[in-house]
Each structure stands twice: as structure tokens, then as C-alpha cells.
């Protein structure tokens, strides 16, 4: 808000037009409401939410707030707000009245106005035991800015949070609300610029963007004289003895994607049936050793995909150094995925350290993600974008922190992603995502400023195609069904 009051923008007015982008949604969702129970905090969050309680007051709707004590807390312009709503005939209860006159009010809608972005850490007792409450009361509920409980930078909730029916939220979009835990608890965002937007636009404040929509996936229409020689040709290696699937998946995703040609380098007892389940592939055994041939063809790919099912175990190891070592992965863009991942840490420093990697993607998990940077997978969750940045700037790459709102960043731009559904919480999508991110990639001209752009485009596209899949049900889809539904996911994207 600083951009703001430094261009002079009254804070007071804001927060009215945050009060009345809030009751417009009251207006246009729940114009019916029976009696509805405000709660305002004693910060700016509770400011707006006297706003919307006047609001709602001045247009003759039954209106209670409660507040937790001491009022007087309350500072500045949301004290205004509170004088104001007073002044107007206003009432204004104890948060922990509200079991006691609950039923007396038979209220039909929450409004949420007790913590916004100025919330941080776990919800004090009090707070705790009055959302705890009300979660127990089914009321459709309509969060001012941020459900409370929920931190708005990083997507967490320590324990409890309001689950939220709508989120009206302010301004800039607040990252918190579309990655981790977020979106099980701000139910349907809607946004306000309050008017200040371009002020936004204008401020270097790094921003994130938010993948929703598949113009942000363009890709340019094929030319008719095309060949498969125009669209790139893919290596992909992995696939320990007895685990031909996850390579064969992220291989076929790869092909999917549209990719002119796919090779797989894998253990050579995987060969025969990675063949017969694609054809279309070009399937070469390695025992371990790199030999010249499979040198060649490795140096010879525009984008490498290394990792699913590569094993920690020697055959992996083996052909994971001898990559790094002999250079082969230093000059071709290269998604780096589950195995390998885990071999990056391993041999991070011995091998990997002073390489350049700025043409690696790397895809973790949130597990792989706390092993790269040898901390917990609750510190990973704890702040999802931080974490992405510090692989991206430990390992001069491009990563993807998957989950909830996949977090794609060179550490510089952070883009968020806002396609794919629950459904593809399941074996295999990881492997699927690695084939398609190389894929996607072979739509772009070489000299295309490619690696972030294209991987953002390529896991909106991923999610995507989860959607299309989730079209039939949404519990059960698995990995090779979302790899039959790319083509529709990629036709959705073309200009
Ligand atoms: N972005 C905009 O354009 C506008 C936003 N507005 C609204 O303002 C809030 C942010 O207001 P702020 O005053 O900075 O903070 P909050 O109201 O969200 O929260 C402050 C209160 O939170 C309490 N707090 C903090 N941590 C905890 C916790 N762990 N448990 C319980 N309570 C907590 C804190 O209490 P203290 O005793 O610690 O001081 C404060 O009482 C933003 O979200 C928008 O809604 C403006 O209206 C202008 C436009
Ligand atoms: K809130």
C-alpha cells in the first residue's frame, strides 16, 4: 500500500471501496439474507468490515458485528470506520458472545473481517476457539481479503482457518490465496482493484502471476509445411531394471505434446515393452556405461528429460554422473526429475556446483524440494514461493515446486499455476508433467526466451489437460489418461 499513499491516495478511501466491493457481493449473492454476523478485528481487515457492516446496515438488512475486545485497540482509519458504523445506529457485540446469541439471531451469512494480511503465525486462543465455532454452524461465509487464519503470502494455515464460500480480495493478487492450502479455504475468489491498480502496474513490487487462463498458454499455429524435424527430437533417460513405467509415461507425454521425435534411453531389459506399449518411440538399452552411440544421440537432442524412475541404485547412479561428468547435459535445455533430483543433492557438490544449469528445469515434489535444500517438508509448505526462489537461485534453474498451485520460477518471475484439479494427486502425474514441459518446449523457436515462459505454459497446459480428463469424474483419473487429452489441451491453446 505504500505505492499508494505515496501517490497521495487517501487510506480511509480505500478501505470504503474495499466495504463496498464486499457488499456488492452481499447484493449480488445473498440479497436475501435473514441477519448477518459481521466479525471485525482490530486492524484494517475489521476496518472494512465496518464499512460493510454500515453498508449493510444503511440498506435496512439485519446486521450484527462482533468484535474481540479491547475496541479500543482500534487505530486510525479503521477506528473512523468503526465510529462511523456507531454513529449510524450500529451494534456491536463480544466475539465471545456469539454461541450465546447465535440462535437468537438466526443468522443466514458470516462476513469475515477479523484478519487480513496482517495476520502471522497460529491464531491466537481466542480467535481460534470463535472460528472453531463458527465453522460449526454451516453459514455460507464471505472473507474480506483473506480468509482469517490463512497467511496470505505463503498459503499456509498453522491449524485452523475459515473456510470461505467467497473471498473478496483487494488490489494485487495475494499468493497465499492460490498455492498450498489456499484454495480449500477461500472457496470462489472474486477481486477489486479498489481503483489503484495501475498505481500496482506501475510499482516495481514483484508480483505474481496467475495462471488461469489459456491465453497465458498461447502457441502458435503449425505451419502446413511442417515436418517432425520442425518440432524437435526429445531424449529421455531413465528407467531402472524392472521400472519401465514412469519413463515410458513422461516419454509418451513428451510425444503427446507434440515433440517430432522421442528417443528413450533406459535399462536394457525395459527395452522390448516400453517398444510394444509406443511404437512411435525409439527405445535404446545402456547397461550403465554410456557408450559412443547413445553419446551421440544424447548431444544431438534439442531438450533431454532425466530422471523418472531412474532409481538411486547403481545403474542410476552410473548413468546420472556419467551425464554430468562428460558435460552432456551443460548445453541442451534439460528437465530434471524425480531420481535425478534425488542424485542432484548426492552429488551436488563433488559434480554439479560450479556447472552452469541455466538451461535445467527442475520439477520437485515438496519432498524432493526439502531434500535439495536439506530442510522439512513443513518448512517447504510453510512458505511455497520463498522455497521455489532459493532452488532457483541455489541452482541457477528453473523450477517447478509442485502441488497445490504449482510454483514455476527462474527465481526472479514467480508464476503460480491456476489449471489442474485434485483428481491428479496420483501416481505417475509427476513423470507426466517432466514429459510434458519438454514436449511444450519443442512448440518454441529455439531463440524463443523460452525456459520460464515455455515451463509456465507447459504445466497451465499439464493442468489442463487434468481438467479436460476430470470432465468424466475427477476422483480416479490416472496419468495415461491425462496423457491421452494433451492434443485437446494443446488445440485449446492455439492461436
Ligand atoms: N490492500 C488494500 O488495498 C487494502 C487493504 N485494507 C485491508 O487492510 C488489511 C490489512 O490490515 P492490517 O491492519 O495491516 O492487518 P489485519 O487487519 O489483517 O490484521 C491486524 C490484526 O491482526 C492481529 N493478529 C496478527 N497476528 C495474529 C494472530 N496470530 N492471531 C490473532 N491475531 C493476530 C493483530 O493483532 P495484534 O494484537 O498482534 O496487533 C492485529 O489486530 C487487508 O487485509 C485489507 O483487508 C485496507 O482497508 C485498505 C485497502
Ligand atoms: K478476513
Known amino acids: 500500500?505504500?505505492?499508494?499513499?505515496?501517490?497521495?491516495?487517501?487510506?480511509?478511501?480505500?478501505?470504503?471501496?474495499?466495504?463496498?466491493?464486499?457488499?456488492?457481493?452481499?447484493?449480488?449473492?445473498?440479497?436475501?439474507?435473514?441477519?448477518?454476523?459481521?466479525?471485525?478485528?482490530?486492524?484494517?481487515?475489521?476496518?472494512?468490515?465496518?464499512?460493510?457492516?454500515?453498508?449493510?446496515?444503511?440498506?435496512?438488512?439485519?446486521?450484527?458485528?462482533?468484535?474481540?475486545?479491547?475496541?479500543?485497540?482500534?487505530?486510525?482509519?479503521?477506528?473512523?470506520?468503526?465510529q462511523s458504523f456507531l454513529s449510524h445506529g450500529g451494534t456491536i457485540v463480544g466475539l465471545e458472545k456469539l454461541p450465546d446469541l447465535v440462535d437468537e439471531l438466526h443468522p443466514s451469512l458470516l462476513i469475515d473481517g477479523l484478519l487480513g494480511t496482517g495476520f502471522d503465525g497460529a491464531l491466537r486462543d481466542e480467535y481460534r476457539v470463535a472460528l472453531e465455532f463458527i465453522s460449526t454452524l454451516s453459514?455460507?461465509?464471505?472473507?474480506?481479503?483473506?480468509?482469517?487464519?490463512?497467511?496470505?503470502?505463503?498459503?499456509?494455515?498453522?491449524?485452523?482457518?475459515?473456510?470461505?464460500?467467497?473471498?473478496?480480495?483487494?488490489?494485487?493478487?495475494?499468493?497465499?490465496?492460490?498455492?498450498?492450502?489456499?484454495?480449500?479455504?477461500?472457496?470462489?475468489?472474486?477481486?477489486?482493484?479498489?481503483?489503484?491498480?495501475?498505481?500496482?502496474?506501475?510499482?516495481?513490487?514483484?508480483?505474481?502471476?496467475?495462471?488461469?487462463?489459456?491465453?497465458?498458454?498461447?502457441?502458435?499455429?503449425?505451419?502446413?509445411?511442417?515436418?517432425?524435424?520442425?518440432?524437435?527430437?526429445?531424449?529421455?533417460?531413465?528407467?531402472a531394471v524392472g521400472m519401465p513405467g514412469a519413463i515410458f509415461m513422461a516419454a509418451k507425454s513428451v510425444l503427446r505434446s507434440g515433440a517430432g521425435k522421442v528417443t528413450v534411453i533406459t535399462h536394457p531389459q525395459n527395452v522390448t515393452l516400453?517398444?510394444?506399449?509406443?511404437?512411435?518411440?525409439?527405445?535404446?538399452?545402456?547397461?550403465?556405461?554410456?557408450?559412443?552411440?547413445?553419446?551421440?544421440?544424447?548431444?544431438?537432442a534439442d531438450i533431454l528429460v532425466v530422471g523418472p524412475s531412474l532409481s538411486v541404485a547403481p545403474w542410476g547412479e552410473s548413468v546420472f554422473t556419467q551425464l554430468v561428468a562428460d558435460d552432456l547435459l551443460a548445453h541442451i535445455p534439460t528437465i530434471l526429475d524425480a531420481d535425478a533430483l534425488n542424485l542432484l543433492c548426492k552429488y551436488y557438490d563433488p559434480l554439479v556446483k560450479n556447472k552452469n544449469l541455466n538451461k535445467w528445469v527442475l520439477t520437485p515434489h515438496p519432498l524432493e524440494a526439502a531434500r535439495l535444500l536439506d530442510i522439512s517438508v513443513l518448512d517447504v509448505s510453510k512458505n511455497r514461493v520463498a522455497i521455489a526462489r532459493d532452488i532457483a537461485h541455489k541452482f541457477g534453474a528453473v523450477v517447478v515446486l509442485k502441488g497445490c498451485g504449482?510454483?514455476?520460477?527462474?527465481?526472479?518471475?514467480?508464476?503460480?499455476?491456476?489449471?489442474?484439479?485434485?483428481?491428479?494427486?496420483?501416481?505417475?502425474?509427476?513423470d507426466v508433467l517432466a514429459g510434458v514441459i519438454a514436449g511444450v518446449m519443442t512448440n518454441f523457436d529455439k531463440n524463443e526466451t523460452a525456459l520460464q515462459k515455455s515451463t509456465q505454459k507447459a504445466v497451465f497446459l499439464h493442468g489442463l489437460a487434468g481438467d479436460i480428463t476430470a470432465k468424466n469424474g475427477e476422483i480416479g483419473i490416472i496419468s495415461t489418461d491425462v496423457i491421452e487429452l494433451m492434443p485437446q489441451a494443446l488445440d485449446i491453446c492455439i492461436k
Not at 491516495?9 to 459481521?38: P, R, T
Not at 487464519?149 to 499456509?156: A, P
Not at 509445411?225 to 531413465?238: A, L
Not at 503460480?416 to 483428481?423: A, Q, R
Request: with cysteine; charged share 15%.
Open 139 to 239: 453459514l455460507p461465509i464471505i472473507a474480506i481479503d483473506l480468509p482469517s487464519g490463512l497467511n496470505g503470502d505463503t498459503g499456509h494455515v498453522v491449524d485452523f482457518a475459515i473456510k470461505a464460500t467467497y473471498t473478496v480480495t483487494f488490489v494485487g493478487l495475494k499468493v497465499g490465496l492460490v498455492t498450498g492450502d489456499g484454495p480449500d479455504y477461500c472457496g470462489t475468489l472474486l477481486f477489486s482493484g479498489l481503483g489503484i491498480e495501475q498505481c500496482l502496474n506501475h510499482s516495481n513490487i514483484a508480483t505474481a502471476t496467475w495462471l488461469k487462463s489459456p491465453i497465458q498458454a498461447q502457441l502458435q499455429k503449425r505451419k502446413f509445411n511442417s515436418h517432425k524435424g520442425s518440432f524437435g527430437h526429445v531424449v529421455c533417460i531413465g528407467g
Open 406 to 430: 504449482s510454483i514455476i520460477t527462474d527465481g526472479v518471475n514467480v508464476a503460480i499455476n491456476g489449471s489442474g484439479n485434485p483428481g491428479m494427486a496420483t501416481a505417475g502425474m509427476g
Open 274 to 300: 516400453i517398444n510394444s506399449l509406443a511404437p512411435e518411440l525409439m527405445v535404446f538399452g545402456s547397461d550403465g556405461e554410456m557408450d559412443q552411440s547413445i553419446k551421440d544421440r544424447i548431444s544431438h
Open 1 to 82: 500500500m505504500k505505492c499508494a499513499e505515496q501517490q497521495g491516495i487517501d487510506m480511509y478511501q480505500l478501505m470504503e471501496a474495499a466495504g463496498h466491493a464486499v457488499f456488492d457481493c452481499v447484493l449480488a449473492k445473498y440479497s436475501h439474507a435473514n441477519h448477518i454476523i459481521v466479525l471485525a478485528g482490530t486492524g484494517n481487515n475489521g476496518g472494512d468490515a465496518y464499512v460493510v457492516a454500515r453498508l449493510i446496515n444503511h440498506s435496512n438488512m439485519p446486521v450484527t458485528v462482533f468484535s474481540p475486545k479491547p475496541q479500543s485497540k482500534l487505530r486510525g482509519d479503521a477506528e473512523i470506520a468503526r
